[in-house]
């Protein structure tokens, strides 16, 4: 974990210049607040906030209720969330500790305890910025799909995984992502 921590150290200062035009962008154009900051379920279900650079405006209908995601996305919300530039922030929560540069995608608490047995699998080790789901379709699973990734990640998890995993995750974010076979 200490070296996770020093990697994501690294990632968070050399790519400090990215995460803070993207910063400035993100307040050009969505205003306040520049950062998405959500609870999430981590390891044995022990709950964190995750830190996410905002996508979405704070629209609401004539009663006061959020609209639907897709009627407040931005342009550019959509583009950060195609390169992966939104989950830069993540680098915080791995130096902290809350989560791996690689794992399953942390999820909503609820979402977790509804996933019964494979939740507790998924909940037996850290959640990470990147995930076997995440280089394997990612959007274009369905949830039982990214789940069954996610367990057989940690039935499978070694060092060589995780470097092909982070790997893979350059060429999504360059290239963009295919559901692979």
């Given at each position: 974990?200490?070296?996770?921590?020093?990697?994501?150290?690294?990632?968070?200062?050399?790519?400090?210049?990215?995460?803070?035009?993207?910063?400035?962008?993100?307040?050009?154009?969505?205003?306040?607040p520049?950062?998405?900051?959500?609870?999430?379920?981590?390891?044995?279900?022990?709950?964190?906030?995750?830190?996410?650079?905002?996508?979405?405006?704070?629209?609401?209908?004539?009663?006061?209720?959020?609209?639907?995601?897709?009627?407040?996305?931005?342009?550019?919300?959509?583009?950060l969330?195609?390169?992966?530039?939104?989950?830069?922030?993540?680098?915080i929560?791995?130096?902290?500790?809350?989560m791996?540069?690689?794992?399953?995608?942390?999820?909503?608490?609820?979402?977790?305890?509804?996933?019964?047995?494979?939740?507790?699998?998924?909940?037996?080790v850290r959640?990470?910025?990147?995930?076997?789901?995440?280089?394997?379709?990612?959007?274009?699973?369905?949830?039982?799909?990214?789940?069954?990734?996610d367990?057989?990640?940690?039935?499978?998890?070694?060092?060589?995984?995780?470097?092909?995993?982070l790997?893979?995750?350059?060429?999504?974010?360059?290239?963009?992502e295919?559901r692979?076979?």
């Amino acid at each position: 974990m200490l070296l996770q921590r020093l990697i994501a150290l690294v990632g968070f200062v050399v790519l400090l210049p990215v995460m803070t035009i993207t910063a400035v962008a993100v307040l050009l154009t969505l205003g306040r607040p520049v950062f998405f900051i959500q609870e999430r379920s981590g390891r044995l279900q022990q709950n964190f906030k995750l830190i996410k650079f905002r996508t979405m405006r704070n629209n609401r209908d004539a009663k006061g209720e959020l609209l639907p995601d897709e009627a407040r996305t931005s342009a550019f919300g959509a583009f950060l969330r195609k390169t992966r530039l939104d989950e830069l922030p993540g680098f915080i929560n791995v130096m902290k500790g809350d989560m791996a540069l690689v794992g399953p995608r942390p999820l909503l608490p609820e979402t977790v305890s509804a996933m019964g047995h494979d939740g507790a699998i998924r909940a037996s080790v850290r959640p990470g910025m990147t995930g076997w789901a995440q280089v394997n379709g990612n959007t274009l699973l369905s949830n039982d799909e990214k789940c069954a990734c996610d367990v057989w990640y940690v039935e499978n998890r070694n060092w060589k995984l995780d470097t092909q995993i982070l790997f893979r995750t350059l060429h999504v974010v360059l290239f963009g992502e295919k559901r692979s076979s």
